[in-house]
């Protein structure tokens, strides 16, 4: 696969979809214990299925400018109220909540004050319990996993002619996701 141009449609790149998607659901289920409170992998997820979002948005939009790609998507994304949930006090919309978390995340290792990441539906309650009268944002993190999913496959499938890496950046124009099954295996096993 090394060296050759995929297209937005090909088998490979919607193996890496499927392989991201389920790496990020991984995170998004694995509790961790962090001062005396059990928080999911959040950050992992998101940092894991952001790739998805922006490697296709780049590709239609022929673009890197993180601040076109990431609302292309979201906007692309077919229900953002199964997943964000908003204080009465927050106007912040969910492009802007989006690309807040990844430029948090990848730029600072930190998201936003007033934003929460929460595992489900049901620990969202929770976080709004704790937070009430103040100004917040709360990501679903299992419903937004699901809704990129969705807005994935349909927007790879409704232009898979289009080139993967569309700027022709050497360094990226090939996805072998075998390769990163066999790294993850051999991780896995304390072989890397």
């Given amino acids: 696969m090394s060296g050759t141009k995929q297209k937005l449609g ?13 790496e990020a659901r991984k995170c998004a289920a694995t509790e961790l214990e ?11 997820a998101m ?13 239609i939009r022929k673009t890197r400018r993180i601040e076109d790609i990431i609302p292309h998507f979201v906007k ?5 109220s199964s997943w964000l949930i908003k204080s009465p006090s927050c106007s912040d919309t ?14 600072a290792m930190s998201l936003p004050p007033r934003i929460h990441l929460a595992k489900n539906s049901n620990d969202a309650k929770v976080i709004m319990n704790e937070n009430v009268g ?17 807005t994935a496959i349909r927007l790879v499938n409704d232009n898979p002619e289009l080139n993967l890496d569309p700027m ?7 996805i072998d996701v075998e ?3 066999v790294i993850s295996t051999a991780a896995s096993k304390g072989n890397v």
């Fill in 179 to 181: 390769n990163s099954f």
């Fill in 94 to 107: 969910d492009k802007s909540v989006i690309l807040n978390i990844r430029n948090g995340l990848v730029h």
């Fill in 134 to 150: 103040k100004n917040y944002c709360i990501i679903d993190i299992e419903q937004f996993l699901d809704d990129v999913e969705q």
């Fill in 10 to 22: 090909s088998e490979q790149v919607k193996k890496s979809i499927t392989h991201l998607v389920v």
């Fill in 34 to 44: 962090i001062s005396g409170v059990k928080r999911v992998l959040g950050f992992a």
């Fill in 168 to 174: 022709g950046t050497k360094n990226f124009s090939s």
């Fill in 47 to 59: 940092l894991t299925i952001f790739p998805i979002m922006n490697s296709i948005s780049e590709a």
């Fill in 76 to 80: 692309a994304m077919s229900n953002s």
